[in-house]
């Protein structure tokens, strides 16, 4: 499957290293060298996902994302970012991108976390999730283990939703906190190992399906036979 991406890049050498190692991964790329020409490009036409380098000229990447979500565009947004400031990613993350990378980055972690986004945007448009015994209705927000009800809280569903994308991949603890809870917690507090906690002892009060792996080092890893 090729999937249609929206490359934003106004510096020429990388935009054109971008757009060729992402043809022959089998990306369908079209390129914008500034944000105003990548508005209009993200508005006029249909994206899998976009690559929007935050350090536009004419329009600043981070209004350039605004618009595109103002305008109805929810496809998969990376933003690329010369700083590490971490403010940078979370005025990203809160204007409506979906994850970001600091220049310089490996080309290998861009096509995995392109390849990530994409695979998670396909499943929100599946309505039933399933890890398991682990079954999620997304439309009714409801969901079972082994045929039981769960009351789970708004950030354990989030949670439990974001893990269910993913099944058997670990997921680090920093991107869990960025792209679920950023807007509300501490980026160094452990609000996901409580959250973790009590998602654990829900799904699993017995103690013996063992749901939600930590991978010591590394972060967690919902378990799916």
């Known amino acids: 499957m090729t999937d249609r991406l929206l490359l934003i890049e106004d510096e ?12 022959t991964h089998l990306f369908e790329v079209d390129a914008c060298v500034d944000g105003v020409e990548g508005v209009h490009m993200g508005e006029s036409f249909n994206y899998d996902i976009a690559v929007i380098d ?22 998969p ?14 005025d990203g993350l809160a204007a409506g991108a ?11 972690e861009l096509l995995a976390r392109l390849k990530a986004l994409t695979r998670r945007a396909r499943g929100q448009l599946r309505t039933e999730l399933s890890a398991g015994p682990i079954k999620m209705d997304t439309r009714s927000k409801e969901v079972e283990v082994a045929g039981a009800a769960m009351d789970l809280t708004a950030y354990e569903y989030n949670l439990l939703h974001y893990l269910m994308l993913r099944p058997n991949e670990v997921i680090s603890k920093t991107e869990l906190t960025e792209h679920l809870y950023h807007q509300d917690f501490d980026r160094d507090s452990n609000v996901i ?9 829900k799904l699993d009060p017995g103690n013996l399906l063992h749901p939600i792996a930590t991978v010591r080092g590394q972060g967690y890893r919902l378990n799916c036979p």
């Not at 050498?13 to 043809?23: A, G, M, Y």
């Not at 004419?58 to 565009?73: A, D």
């Not at 979906?98 to 290998?108: A, C, G, R």
């Open 193 to 201: 190992e409580v959250f973790v906690g009590r998602l654990r002892r």
């Open 77 to 90: 947004i990376l933003i690329l970012t010369a700083r590490s400031d971490w403010t940078d990613k979370v």
């Open 54 to 75: 935050l350090g536009l000229p004419r329009l600043p990447g981070l209004e350039v994302v605004k618009r595109l979500r103002l305008c109805g565009k929810d496809f």
């Open 98 to 108: 979906d994850d970001y990378l600091v220049k310089p980055f490996h080309v290998q």
């Open 12 to 23: 020429k050498t990388l935009r054109r290293q971008l757009v060729e190692l992402l043809e």
